[in-house]
């Protein structure tokens, strides 16, 4: 579906807000998906000035009864908000029909965290088939990704978008591009970067004609796609206790390993990016929840008062 309203917001979160691809990606289908419910697939039946707060309401009442949980509905809800509040300061429309819209409540859940000695063991198989085959380039690329995750705690959209002119290996340090833009330097142990280096010159040798700026992280001739690198940690963790193994898995386990080991809060908060102190405060929770379960195992006191019920 085309929509010419729908194509200028699109344009506006890319261009003007800064929005990240896949931010862009999912209010536009989602926008789509209300239009398209609306006028029963016929786009060019849209008045846009006649959507009302009960079409809206209507729409997401009916994904409630298709079981989209709290966490979906509340996005759709936002992206129709940013849509008509976008149209709004265009003058398109009078009033926003979405402004009044309640957003669903989220339940509060800890991050999915996975266990530090199950993690070693990861990384020690990675690189235990790396020394097995050291020219196999999927080997090597899988070793590198679960690595630049864990060790580095970037989110799987600012791994893709690592070129190698944000690598410095003499300062042993990458620069990072984050949510809206946003710009940071984190460090790199010597031997990740040594992995970078040895992969380069595999990826170089493969692939001599890469498009500029070098993607680091390269599959067929290419960058590496969000799916890509799913699909890389997902076969990685298969062999963990992890609920959800997930490239935000190894983020969520990079912080907790990070406060537990003794980081304050706000060096974890500059490691990962976050704008506010209160984003990474959940990682506090995380821990503590760690604490308690360590406790309740361990202390004779603890363990006690589970025997004697």
């Known amino acids: 579906m085309t929509n010419r309203h729908v194509n200028d917001f699109i344009s506006y979160m890319r ?86 819209i309640t957003l669903p409540k989220i339940p509060k859940s800890l991050p999915d965290v996975i266990r530090s000695e199950e993690l070693d063991g990861v990384m020690r198989l990675e690189e235990s088939a790396v020394e097995l085959d050291p020219d196999n380039e999927e080997t090597l690329r899988s070793d590198l990704i679960i690595d630049l995750l864990y060790t580095l705690g970037i989110r799987r959209a600012e791994l893709i978008g690592i070129s190698d002119p944000d690598i410095s290996p003499s300062a042993g340090e990458i620069r990072i591009f984050g949510k ?62 992890a609920r959800k193994k997930s490239p935000h898995a190894l983020r969520h386990s990079f912080a907790t390993g990070m406060l537990n080991g003794g980081a304050d809060l706000n060096s974890v908060k500059e490691f990962l990016g976050h704008s506010t102190l209160s984003t990474t405060q959940i990682y506090t929770h ?24």
């Open 286 to 309: 995380v821990s503590f929840a760690e604490m308690k379960k360590a406790y309740e195992h361990s202390h004779p006191r603890a363990r006690n008062k589970e025997e004697s019920q």
């Open 180 to 241: 809206r833009a946003k710009e940071r330097v984190v460090p790199v142990p010597q031997k990740l970067m040594d992995k970078i280096e040895r992969w380069q010159r595999l990826r170089d040798r493969i692939w001599p004609s890469l498009p500029h700026p070098v993607p680091l992280i390269a599959v067929k001739g290419k960058r590496i796609s969000p799916r890509q690198v799913y699909d890389c940690v997902h076969t990685s963790l298969e062999g963990t206790s």
């Open 15 to 100: 261009h003007e807000l800064n929005r990240s691809q896949l931010t862009v990606e999912a209010y536009a289908r989602d926008i789509e998906q209300f239009i398209d419910w609306l006028t029963c697939y016929n786009p060019d039946r849209l008045d846009i000035s006649s959507v009302s707060l009960s079409d809206i309401r209507g729409w997401l009442a009916g994904l409630a009864r298709e079981k989209h949980t709290a966490t979906t509905l509340r996005r759709k809800a936002q992206s129709l908000r940013a849509f008509f509040r976008f149209l709004l300061k265009r003058h398109v429309i009078s009033s926003n029909p979405a402004a009044d």
